[in-house]
T-cell receptor, first 114, second 113 residues
Framework: DAGVIQSPRHEVTEMGQEVTLRCKPI?????LFWYRQTMMRGLELLIY????????DSGMPEDRFSAKMPNASFSTLKIQPSEPRDSAVYFC????????????FGNGTRLTVT | GEDVEQSLFLSVREGDSSVINCTYT??????LYWYKQEPGAGLQLLTY?????DMKQDQRLTVLLNKKDKHLSLRIADTQTGDSAIYFC?????????????FGKGTKLSVIP
């Protein structure tokens, strides 16, 4: 089991540029989550999907953020245009569809917007 | 709404026991989790406990749950330098479609050799 795979590991971009973060969940998991981690706010849930369908996107900060899951093995989180306050570590996690099932996290993408 | 609180820092000597505490507010929480995060890595699941249990032990880890006080603790016996990390408590509350977890801000454990 390769675990949840995220790319890139690090992203440095200039303010105003588009950023795309990628995630491959664990095979067979039907829930996928995007979290953002900062020192000030800790871990924040941005959005989660069930069977490729967005269920709750109330944590998405603004319209500049969008997420898609075109199939069961791939998801993207896009920020357009990016701003310095978007700098954070973005984690993708997946879980199997059972009530007790824990989340399995990727190693994250560290985003720096200058 | 649900909220999870943890102290931010804990320092212990190698070989001693560590106890990391967590309080939560949602009385309908069904499952509670402990995750470990090492520098530059994602969150790694350590253990979890059902809300109808009082205790769970797994090798050096002991989880205690006091539902009345909404208090969860993680005890690490014989703490090693490799245990230095940030430890997150998380709860899953019952409710329609509640497959997401709410995390505390994490407790940074420093182990002194």
């Amino acid at each position: 089991d390769a675990g949840v795979i995220q790319s890139p590991r690090h992203e440095v971009t200039e303010m105003g540029q588009e950023v795309t973060l990628r995630c491959k969940p664990i095979s067979g998991h039907d829930y996928l989550f995007w979290y953002r981690q900062t020192m000030m706010r800790g871990l924040e849930l941005l959005i989660y999907f069930n069977n490729n369908v967005p269920i709750d996107d109330s944590g998405m900060p603004e319209d500049r953020f969008s997420a898609k899951m075109p199939n069961a093995s791939f998801s993207t989180l896009k920020i357009q245009p990016s701003e310095p306050r978007d700098s954070a570590v973005y984690f993708c996690a997946s879980s199997a569809g059972r009530e007790w099932a824990p989340l399995h996290f990727g190693n994250g993408t560290r985003l720096t917007v200058t | 709404g649900e909220d999870v609180e943890q102290s931010l820092f804990l320092s212990v000597r190698e070989g001693d026991s560590s106890v990391i505490n967590c309080t939560y507010t949602d009385s309908s929480s069904t499952y509670l989790y402990w995750y470990k995060q090492e520098p530059g890595a994602g969150l790694q699941l350590l253990t979890y406990i059902f809300s109808n249990m009082d205790m769970k032990q797994d090798q050096r880890l002991t989880v205690l749950l006091n539902k009345k006080d909404k208090h969860l603790s993680l005890r690490i016996a014989d703490t090693q330098t490799g245990d230095s990390a940030i430890y997150f408590c998380a709860e899953r509350y019952s409710g329609a479609g509640s497959y997401q977890l709410t995390f505390g801000k994490g407790t940074k454990l420093s182990v002194i050799p």
